[in-house]
């Protein structure tokens, strides 16, 4: 019987509270701990072969017969009216066969508030000619003035939304009370996603059904968004994405590419292609933006920490969401008085979009780094202050944790955290070398909707069939995995089928690590009525009673030794077919569903140059139950990385005079390469959440990039003394924090460290 | 009219001047293993074998090919590479992955002795940004194995 419920959902820290329904079924205890048969098991994704050789088809590769390229008109100015718009040429030349405004599309705008906003597009049969054809849009600009600083924007009251303001606790009375008040502020910059295939579409009308091909992070949030925009039953509506080259965050919706494309398609009666360009993809598809933070931290000389507060600035853009900077501080430590302020300034910069534990990775940089000052002040071990201050409580509500086993991750850290003196000792002429740690909250629990079925055939094959995408973070494995696992099969006879709004059920969204303890348990939750309705099969063929029966090694295996291989049982039903139908079920009620960790970074700084390089980052993050320990590592890496280009090199550099976006390509953007990777040490605890689904899995995809630019920067001022309060740590930034330091030291007449 | 040779075969193509390697590879021959991720050289996605050289298809014309023998990630399929990339889960969404194998392979080939130094210099010009460079280092440290 079907069960309706109101349940809380989280996604990237925002909750909302919905009903759903779910399949009453016979709950399915969680596995016991540790690697099973194929679950826990190291296992080389399902589909590597497809993705390494080429075969798999992205949305870049979609050809439809007879599709035509969209391009689009961009404004060149951060902020402008559009004083006049004529399309006529290019609508009269024979060779465009599309040309729209924003009377034709909603996201097409006259009056453009970024570098970059669309203003009208075109459709042509090559994207080359396409490209030729935005010569024939007349358009004359008036250039306005643009706000670009985010304290003015504030002090203008320009803004997404009221301030936010949170306070638990008498925080003044705290920093009265307190021995030692440190007080900084941090700075972050804007980075930008770049997912190596762009945002793009392909849309197409197939009678009254609109097929959409997209790269994206969640098909029915695709389908949503144009049956809202457009007003079409959403039914109306196929969205496709079998395989996407990577989100980052920046792919959760339809995105204008997609209105574009259909507006274009619908004037044409052509399907259509808009793909954007790496520059329009560095202007337009989103980024995490930049914050000021000004913290300041209270602590009794024991280093109890007992006031913190902190005022945050994140520079939206001209859209967007102004994400949770303030939530490690809030969330992170046992402080009983906490004061946050927050301000999400509107700017005349492109708008902003999730990236990868938005709002916590700009956050834990500030605090984190804080709380190594505060340790230097209090002449206390900064693993030490960390562990003294661990909440065993979530402080925002009081609730308890489904699980927490931070401590541990702090255990495990201290061989790492050991090393620093002989780091320390292997400095040797300009280059200083250190180690400095951070750790690590996010979200990461998932939640339902979501459902799967699982089909098996005659032939003793299983295929997982959700609507849900992969979105390189090895989903498909993972899901093919617990199948498996439940059906007691090798994982090669388990397929998984996704990516077609069309052809499964409702599938969860692939971000704020939702991905596999959303799906997971829908997966298993499937397989195990699969599995229950063989066994039933098997007990009446065999004359058996169903409890003596179990599935084991692709055969279905009795108590008293007989065995039958699963295809002998399957194929009684010659071409029928076993559906098991498996729906998520709710998290646990009155618990915060959380992913914990820390990280220990080495660092060598050259003292002369300013250039740094990261040597080793130790990672041990705690997140549940781990499916697939190998890809779990490649995800872990992979979140370092990126977490080493927020650190050292990326950062959008905007003209401060007109707005207008200066790193546009991937030679001025510094993407990290190969040959800046340190040596990364991945330790995930592998601890099953006991009151978290049948799998006791959390999400994985975020908690790495969380605490890693805090723990560089801890180390580098380890290794020199040198305070760095701004992102990306480059020469200039490293240089001037070495002066000032210096300056420091001859202001207190000791010894320059450096 | 060009002539083209491709993996082994050999095609022929009508292409405007300006039209690049990727243009025709894609567009033309249906070999979209090719992936172009920047257009203008700073990825390393488009990379593409000429005469065993790794070269960006995405800024090179096709009419300056000439005679070269032109190897795509379609040509290098069966190459003990690709186990290497998979075993060794050297990618996550893939779409760098055909380019990060075609200049592997090329450098697989030159340099029978390999470092994590030598690794390091040459695949730098390949991006990725899932970040599989560690698992991708252990895909060229172990595929004879």
Redesign the interface.
């Known amino acids: 019987m079907a069960r309706l419920i109101r349940t809380e959902k989280e996604v990237e820290g925002r909750y909302t509270e919905q009903w759903v329904v779910v399949d009453e079924d016979e709950a399915v205890d969680q596995w016991p701990a540790g690697p099973l048969e194929t679950v826990g098991q190291r296992v080389?994704?399902v589909?590597?072969?497809?993705?390494?050789?080429?075969?798999?088809?992205?949305t870049?590769?979609v050809v439809l017969p007879g599709m035509l390229h969209a391009a689009v008109l961009r404004s060149p100015y951060a902020r402008a009216r559009v004083k006049h718009l004529d399309l006529s040429r290019a609508r009269e030349a024979d060779w465009v066969l599309g040309a729209i405004g924003p009377d034709d599309c909603h996201v097409l705008t006259l009056e453009p508030g970024f570098h970059g906003a669309p203003v009208a597009a075109v459709a042509a049969t090559s994207p080359?000619r396409t490209r030729e054809a935005l010569d024939l849009i007349d358009v004359e600009w008036e250039e306005l003035e643009p706000l670009l600083d985010p304290e003015e924007a504030v002090r203008r009251n320009e803004l997404h939304e009221e301030p936010r303001r949170y306070e638990r606790g008498d925080i003044d009375a705290a920093f009265a009370q307190a021995d030692v008040v440190v007080e900084a502020e941090y700075r972050t910059q804007t980075v930008l996603?770049?997912?190596?295939?762009?945002h793009q579409s392909v849309c197409r009308w197939e009678g009254d059904t609109l097929e959409v091909y997209i790269s994206t992070q969640f098909i029915w949030g695709v389908r949503d968004d144009i049956a809202e925009a457009l007003d079409l039953p959403p039914d109306r509506i196929r969205v496709i994405c079998n395989?996407?080259?990577?989100g980052?965050g920046a792919k959760n919706g339809a995105h204008d590419q997609t209105f574009i494309a259909i507006a274009l398609a619908s004037q044409t009666g052509r399907p259509v292609r808009c793909a954007l360009?790496?520059r329009e993809e560095n202007l337009a598809t989103g980024n995490r933006n930049s914050t000021i933070q000004r913290l300041r931290a209270g602590a009794r000389s024991d280093g109890t920490l007992i006031a913190l507060e902190g005022e945050f600035v994140n520079a939206v853009g001209w859209k967007g969401w102004s994400g949770p900077t303030y939530g490690p501080m809030e969330m992170l430590y046992a402080c009983e008085n906490v004061r946050t302020l927050t301000y999400g300034a509107k700017l005349n910069l492109p708008p902003n979009a999730a990236f990868r534990a938005p709002g916590f990775v700009e956050g834990t940089f500030g605090l984190e780094c804080l709380l190594d000052e505060l340790a230097g002040r209090l002449e206390i071990d900064p693993l030490d202050l960390r562990t003294r201050n661990h909440a065993d409580n979530d402080l925002v509500d009081g609730r308890p944790y489904s699980s927490k086993n931070l401590l541990e991750c702090y255990r495990r850290a201290e061989p790492h955290w050991a090393r620093r003196d002989e780091v320390r000792a292997r400095s040797e002429g300009p280059w200083r070398r250190g180690v400095g740690l951070a750790s690590q909250i996010w979200y990461g629990g998932g939640g339902p909707p979501s459902y799967a079925w699982v089909r098996i055939g005659s032939d003793g094959r299983a295929t997982v069939i959700t609507a849900m995408q992969d979105?390189?973070?090895?989903t498909r494995t993972a899901m093919a995995q617990i199948a498996a696992e439940e059906l007691g099969l090798p994982l090669e006879r388990v397929r998984v089928s996704l990516g077609d709004s069309a052809r499964g059920p409702y599938a969860s969204i692939s971000a704020g690590s939702s991905t596999t303890p959303s799906m997971g348990p829908a997966v298993r939750s499937a397989a195990a009525d699969a599995a229950r309705q063989i066994i039933e099969i098997a007990a009446q063929r065999y004359h058996l009673e169903e409890r003596v029966l179990s599935l084991q090694d692709g055969k279905v295996v009795s108590a008293d030794g007989g065995s039958w291989p699963l295809e002998e049982v399957t194929g009684l039903l010659e071409d029928a077919q076993i559906l098991g139908k498996g729906a998520r079920g709710p998290n646990p009620t009155g618990m915060r569903v959380l992913t914990f960790g820390i990280q220990v970074a080495d660092v060598a700084v050259d003292v002369e140059t300013g250039e740094v390089r990261v040597e080793r980052i130790a990672a041990i993050h705690d997140v549940g139950r781990v499916i697939n320990p190998?890809?779990a590592?490649?995800?872990v890496?992979?979140?370092?990385?990126?977490g080493v280009g927020h650190t050292l090199s990326e950062e959008r550099l905007v003209d401060p005079r007109t707005g207008v976006i200066l790193t546009q390509?991937?030679?001025a953007y510094k993407?990290?390469?190969?040959?800046d990777?340190p040596e990364?040490v991945v330790e995930l605890l592998d601890i099953p959440d006991e009151h978290l689904t049948n799998i006791g899995s959390k999400g994985l995809g975020e908690p790495p990039i969380v605490p890693t630019a805090a723990a560089i920067v801890n180390a580098i001022r380890d290794a020199t003394g040198a305070d760095v309060r701004e992102l990306p740590v480059d020469r200039e930034t490293m240089l001037r924090a070495l002066d000032e330091a210096r300056q420091k030291e001859a202001q207190r007449g000791a010894p320059a460290a450096v | 009219m060009i002539e083209l040779r491709v993996n082994g075969g050999t095609y022929e193509v009508e292409a405007p001047v300006e039209q690049t390697l990727a243009e025709t590879l894609r567009g033309d021959l249906g070999l979209t293993g090719t992936k172009v991720a920047c257009g203008e050289g700073h990825c390393g996605a488009c990379t593409v074998q000429l005469d065993g050289v790794p070269v960006l298809s995405c800024i090179t014309l096709v009419h300056t090919v000439g005679e070269r023998e032109v190897t795509t990630i379609e040509g290098l399929r069966e190459h003990p590479l690709v186990d290497a990339f998979v075993r060794a889960d050297a990618l996550q969404c893939g779409f760098c992955t055909p380019g990060q194998i075609v200049s592997a392979a090329a450098l697989a080939e030159s340099e029978p002795e390999l470092t994590p130094e030598r690794i390091r210099h040459a695949m730098a010009g390949n991006l990725c940004r899932c970040g599989t460079y560690p698992r991708i280092e252990e895909a060229l440290l172990t595929w004879r194995d």
């Open positions: 080389p994704r589909d590597g072969y497809e993705r390494a050789r080429g075969q798999a088809l992205f870049a590769d080359r996603h770049n997912a190596l295939e762009t395989y996407m080259g990577g980052f360009t790496r979105i390189g973070t090895g190998l890809g590592q490649s995800q890496e992979g979140g370092i990385i990126q390509s991937l030679d993407l990290p390469t190969i040959a990777v990364i």
